[in-house]
């Protein structure tokens, strides 16, 4: 049996950066079977770029508009509802796979049938020079429930799972609704592959970016409420929670040092 892939795209805004993102989805060697744009109540050209798009496109491009904005990730679970494919695959916007991204991925799924997700690693900054992959030689590394608790693995367009999953991304959290995702996964389904590959280009980083990552208090923010919704869940027990606020607060004082060097940094730099 040979899986087929549903892509989802939220955009909003992404006029300069959606076509270049619809070519790397659509350019993959391993082809997928559609890809789902969710446009996010975008007040530019993004949503006509994607219709121009999806007229001379060789993989079915589909286009779902919200009313209002609504954020990635409820705009990911409506592109997921209307998925068709076996696994669905996620790409931002305003970033770009690997050619062999799919190709590496889906056979991995197609061998291990109970395997729930894989996702690999990325590259961020200068535009990528790909180079080809062998897909037997990728090496395959598991991620639990506890490596997720310490930190979030996983880029999101690096992320692809089954499709009939019963989990989605919570509408409840505006941020850390992808890491909380992936503990739930985890803590449902077991262990999930991690490629040490960079078959995506990610325009921000993990944290202190353009985007929604650079929030640093709300993306702090919300990852304790990850925890605490996991407690309610009995996917976690109430007695790690102190240890688990407290080491989210210690990455968040990093986090905010971290992205203050580098604005000093950069600062200097265009004054020199």
């Known amino acids: 049996m040979t899986l087929t892939v549903s892509v989802v795209i939220p955009a909003y805004n992404c006029e300069t950066t959606i076509e270049r993102a619809l070519q790397s989805a659509i350019s993959q060697t391993w082809r997928p079977k559609e890809v789902i744009v969710i ?3 975008s007040t530019d050209k993004s949503a006509a770029i994607v219709r121009s798009k999806a007229k001379d496109s060789a993989v079915p491009i589909h286009i779902f508009s919200n009313e209002f904005n609504v954020g990635p990730g409820v705009s990911r679970n409506r592109g997921w509802a209307a998925a068709t494919g076996d696994l669905v695959a996620f790409l931002d916007a305003d970033d770009i796979w690997h050619p062999q991204k799919l190709e590496v991925q889906v056979p ?3 061998s291990r049938q109970s395997l729930s997700m894989t996702c690999h690693d990325r590259t961020v900054g200068r535009e990528p020079i790909w180079s080809i992959v062998d897909p037997s030689s990728v090496i395959w590394r598991e991620l639990d429930f506890r490596d997720f608790l310490v930190r979030n ?3 999101t367009p690096s992320v692809i799972l089954r499709r009939d999953m019963r989990e989605r991304f919570n509408d409840s959290l505006r941020y850390a609704e992808d890491y909380f995702l992936w503990l739930t996964i985890t803590a449902n389904h077991g262990r999930v592959l991690f490629a040490e590959n960079d078959l995506v280009h990610c325009a921000n980083p993990a944290y202190g ?4 990552s650079g929030k640093l208090f709300s993306m702090y923010r919300s990852e304790l409420q990850a925890f605490h919704k996991l407690t309610q869940s009995r996917a976690l027990s109430y007695r ?3 240890v688990l606020y ?3 607060t210690l990455k968040f004082l990093v986090r905010v040092l971290d992205h203050r060097l580098l604005r000093d940094r950069l600062q200097n730099a265009s004054e020199s």
């Open 39 to 41: 446009d996010d109540a």
């Open 209 to 212: 970016g353009a985007g929604l």
């Open 246 to 248: 407290g080491w989210g």
């Open 240 to 242: 790690w929670l102190p």
């Open 108 to 110: 991995i799924m197609e």
């Open 153 to 155: 693995r996983c880029a």
